[in-house]
């Protein structure tokens, strides 16, 4: 069993900055893909970024590509997303997710990740 607990949202205005991490507890980390969605309402959830813990591969949605980062630190068990420029339409609930995923293919899609957190709320205002 694996056990995430995200922090780190909040209410922003346009153009700050934020740091979500995701705190990860149960089992050794080694075989899983740790990925990052969001959800807004009235939307479905969308895949933002993810790191396979084996050897850091990282892959992102295209669309936010040069402005969040997602990188995480072994000696902690966490998994960070630094979101910078941040826009209104970033404004959602985001989650962490971990999953045993053999194909990169399969890392965007949600369904196919085995634990979720809670999740935090990131707001921002124009």
């Known amino acids: 069993q694996v056990q995430l607990v995200e922090s780190g949202g909040g209410l922003v205005q346009a153009g700050d900055s934020l740091r979500l991490s995701c705190v990860v507890s149960?089992?050794?980390?080694?075989?899983?893909?740790m990925g990052w969605f969001r959800q807004a309402p009235g939307k479905e959830r969308e895949f933002v970024a993810v790191?396979?813990?084996?050897?850091?591969?990282?892959y992102y949605a295209e669309s936010l590509k040069g402005r969040f980062t997602i990188s995480r630190d072994g000696a902690k068990n966490t998994v960070y997303l630094q979101m910078n420029s941040l826009k209104p339409e970033d404004t959602a609930v985001y989650y962490c997710a971990a999953g045993d995923l053999p194909y990169s293919s399969s890392y965007y899609y949600s369904a196919n990740y085995n634990y979720w957190g809670q999740g935090t709320q990131v707001t921002v205002s124009s």
């Open positions: 790191v396979r813990w084996s050897d850091n591969r990282i």
């Open positions: 149960g089992r050794t980390l080694s075989a899983y893909t």
